[in-house]
């Protein structure tokens, strides 16, 4: 039971986080993906982004250790340089994925290559950028503070969008619930700070400019059009 004394407390500290109303990006698109990325996504993140030939994706696969795609179940590791033949593999699936004929793969865990003018330069000509699953906090370690992110701010700023799918759509936030820091190897250091696209009191995101395409949604539902002005909130409401 609540004691009379916490009660209060309680109330105010939900009626000051309700108060904070969430919000997406001024300008651009946020599509924000729960993890296991379908086809209607897929095909929508490219329509936003200028649809096929002339969609210019930039893929950025960082908060992953390795991955395993295609039919044959590649492995490439991340880390691997790229003069390794599984990234032209890599390269023809995404190309696959998204049906488009211009996909740039972007990535560095060193913040000194994430902060230079050639690594951010590739995102000056995209129109969408897909930031892929694994760990959030290796996102953050890599490019926040950096002229990556504000390349990123940037491509929004012009009506571009960037896709999150899992741990891509926790790093657009301004505040996540963090695991364990004293283990590395699951969270970052640094990972209490996102690249902030999104402002939200929790991590459900509220916004006209946001899709929602978590499967378990009511936004997710063929019933409702991907240009709804009605923002889904709260995530479990009627559609």
Known sequence: MVSLRVAPLIVFAV???LAQRSSGPAKGILVVDGGGTSKLVVDEFVRLAGGGQKAKIVVIPTGA???RFGA??????L????????WAVYEKHLREMFGVGSITILHTRDR?????????????????????????GRHAAAYLGT?????????????GVIMGSSAGSIILGSFIIRGRPDKPLLMAGCATSKLRFARSPFAWLYSERIYYVQKESPCYSPSRPWNSSVPCWPPNSPS
Do not use: C, H, Y
């Open 112 to 136: 000194a290559v994430a902060n230079s003018e050639a690594f951010a330069d590739a995102l000056s000509a995209a129109t969408g950028v897909f930031l892929g699953t694994g760990n959030a």
């Open 72 to 77: 044959e179940k590649t492995i490439v590791n």
């Open 79 to 86: 880390d691997w340089p790229r003069s390794r033949p599984e």
């Open 65 to 67: 250790s390795s991955l």
């Open 15 to 17: 009626a000051t986080a």
């Open 147 to 159: 002229r990556t992110q504000m390349a990123l701010k940037d491509l929004l700023g012009r009506g």
